[in-house]
């Protein structure tokens, strides 16, 4: 199953809300889940199951869809949100990863 | 407090053999997958081998089948990942990591601090 992320990268502001996407090439119910990478750092669980937060992560993160499209939602970026984000499907092995999409400082 | 301490990666010659291992701590290893997921320089991730909690089934991309094998030493708490016909493109930080489940369908909720393999002449 071949994930694809959009945008690759993101150009946004402190406090601005974004939205990216992970669509996958067939049917995953809502086996997928979301994880943030900061350079030179192992990547952090965000989401799983589509939509259910992570113990310890922030409310500003929200995640939704079902079926091969799915979205990640930071209604209120911070500062510490520029990094990396990869989606990764668990509906079927192999399980693969989206090529991610990395959120830059405008 | 979950642990995953992976030890093994270095450098290695084009064709060559090596064993990563990675000792967890912290949880009922045998009640959760594992897996290895890499990440070559500058590249995204790439999920590699993955292990159901009894070890009983075992899963691999297609970029490695026929030359990784990973296993688990339950007695021992330690997922090992078998590399051989090693080549260029597989020079890359590898990660051990947890799943939230038994099956490896939840979601990666821990990963080790990765050990670089570096495959060249």
């Known amino acids: 199953i071949q994930l694809t992320q959009s945008p690759s990268f993101l150009s946004a502001s402190v406090g601005d809300r974004v939205t990216f996407t992970c669509r996958a090439s067939?049917?995953?119910?809502?086996?997928l889940a979301w994880y943030q990478q900061k350079p030179g750092k192992a990547p952090r669980l965000l989401i799983y199951?589509?939509?259910t937060l992570q113990s310890g992560v922030p409310s500003r993160f929200s995640g939704g869809g079902s079926g091969t499209e799915f979205t990640l939602t930071i209604t209120s970026l911070q500062p510490e949100d520029f990094a990396t984000y990869y989606c990764?499907?668990?509906?079927?092995?192999?399980?693969?990863f989206g090529g991610g999409t990395k959120v830059e400082i405008k | 407090e979950v642990q995953l301490v992976e030890s093994g990666g270095g450098l290695v010659q084009p064709g060559g053999s090596l064993r990563l291992s990675c000792a967890a701590s912290?949880?009922?290893?045998?009640?959760?997958?594992m897996s290895w997921v890499r990440q070559a320089p500058g590249e995204g991730l790439e999920w590699v081998s993955g292990?159901?909690?009894?070890?009983?089934?075992?899963f691999h991309a297609d970029f490695v089948k026929g030359r990784f094998t990973v296993s688990r030493d339950t007695s021992k708490n330690t997922l090992y990942l078998q590399m051989n016909s090693l080549s260029a493109e597989d020079t890359a930080v590898y990660y051990c990591?947890?799943?939230?489940?038994?099956?490896?369908?939840?979601?990666?909720?821990?990963w080790g601090q990765g050990t670089l393999l570096t495959v060249s002449s």
């Open positions: 990591v947890k799943d939230l489940h038994y099956s490896g369908s939840g979601g990666i909720d821990h």
């Open positions: 912290g949880f009922t290893f045998s009640n959760y997958a």
């Open positions: 292990i159901h909690g009894s070890g009983g089934s075992t």
């Open positions: 067939r049917g995953i119910s809502s086996y």
């Open positions: 199951a589509a939509s």
């Open positions: 990764q499907q668990l509906n079927s092995y192999p399980l693969t």
